[in-house]
């Protein structure tokens, strides 16, 4: 690990390790409060490194101080499940080298309610294998990827944690992109760091200059979501249909795609009535393909409810607001939350 000024959470994440590993290293970049005092009392090695707003050089220094064969990497403000067992690390740890691949579940505020989104994120590491990149750093490995059913939790992306954070991304992403300007992951990267903060304008550049470079199929579908939900803060309707339509072929099979589909859809009706009658039928359907597909955190950024209760919860509303009662209230049961 390694942490900076994270004494409210850190043991929580410690303790969420302790029976899934049998080293415990955290490198301390320059703290201010009882981090590392908390760190060794819950059984890590703690050691101090300078910051350099490079977090691959700290993720190296890091790694510099493990023996072990493999080395599992978290942050601070996340935490294993509860369900989480040493059997799911042990079917990759006793198999061929491997970069493991874990699910991060991410909580955010929406509209006054707290959801969750997914993330495959390379954090098992065997031996050797080093960081590169100043932020939003990956691993440097030829070596295949293989997924590993074993639940990272993660609440970086509260409100509050947002504000203790803001503008310390921005300027690392732009130093980065300073060395390498074409680069699709950084740019997709300072777009979901301006629409967090609800900056959907630059976002929005930013996504679309990432979807002309290209980009990874691993990432891709997050970008392609979150492009057209910007689309639609911009009221560029027609463009995000446009979009739609060329990457439909790609994902046939993700809710998330359709969830957000329906919502320009409705965005459109909403602000041209003289086309509702086109445009509802279609936002119906694509809200209705979501209940087909169901859930899909397989799916890089996938939120959940896309595939059940939000998509329910729209059609609901859809209903409602045609003045046909008893298809809403069938959506109504299906719209409660788990």
């Known amino acids: 690990m390694i942490v900076r000024d994270e004494a409210a959470r850190i043991a929580r994440c410690l303790d969420s390790a302790r029976a899934l590993v049998d080293d415990i290293v955290v490198l301390d970049t320059g703290s201010l409060d009882a981090t590392p005092a908390i760190a060794a009392a819950h059984g890590a090695r703690v050691f101090s490194f300078d910051w350099c707003d490079d977090f691959a050089a700290a993720r190296n220094a890091a790694l510099d101080r493990s023996d072990a064969d493999w080395n599992l ?48 994120l390379p954090r098992l590491l065997p031996r050797g294998v080093r960081y590169a990149g100043r932020i939003h750093e990956q691993p440097v490995s030829s070596l295949p990827r293989a997924r590993i059913a074993l639940t990272v939790r993660h609440d970086g992306y509260r409100r509050a944690a947002l504000e203790r954070k803001h503008g310390r991304n921005d300027a690392l992403l732009r130093r980065a992109l300073q060395d390498a300007p074409d680069d699709p992951y950084l740019l997709y990267q300072l777009g979901k760091n301006d629409e967090v903060y609800g900056a959907y304008g630059p976002a929005l550049k930013n996504y679309l200059t990432a979807l002309a470079q290209g980009g990874e199929e691993s990432w891709r579908h997050d970008l392609v979501v979150r492009t057209l939900f910007c689309l639609k803060k911009a009221g560029r309707h027609a463009d995000a249909v446009a979009l739609a ?4 072929g790609r994902w046939e099979a993700s809710p998330d795609f359709y969830f957000v589909l329906g919502d320009v859809l409705l965005d459109w009706a ?28 397989d799916l890089d950024g996938a939120v959940a409810g896309r595939g059940s209760y939000l998509a329910a919860h729209n059609l609901t509303v859809l209903y409602e607001s045609l003045g046909m009662a008893e298809e809403a209230l069938r959506y109504r049961m299906l719209a409660a939350r788990p």
Do not use: H
């Open 245 to 248: 339509e060329g990457e439909g």
């Open 73 to 120: 990497v978290l942050d601070g403000d996340e935490w294993f499940d509860a369900g989480s067992t040493r059997a799911a690390l042990d079917e990759v740890l006793n198999a061929e080298p491997c970069i493991g691949v874990l699910p991060v579940t991410s909580s955010f505020d929406l509209q006054g309610r707290v959801e969750s989104a997914v993330q495959w």
């Open 270 to 297: 909403a602000g041209a009535p003289d086309q509702a009658g086109e445009l509802l039928p279609v936002a119906e359907g694509c809200w209705q393909r979501c209940l087909e597909l169901g859930e899909r955190a």
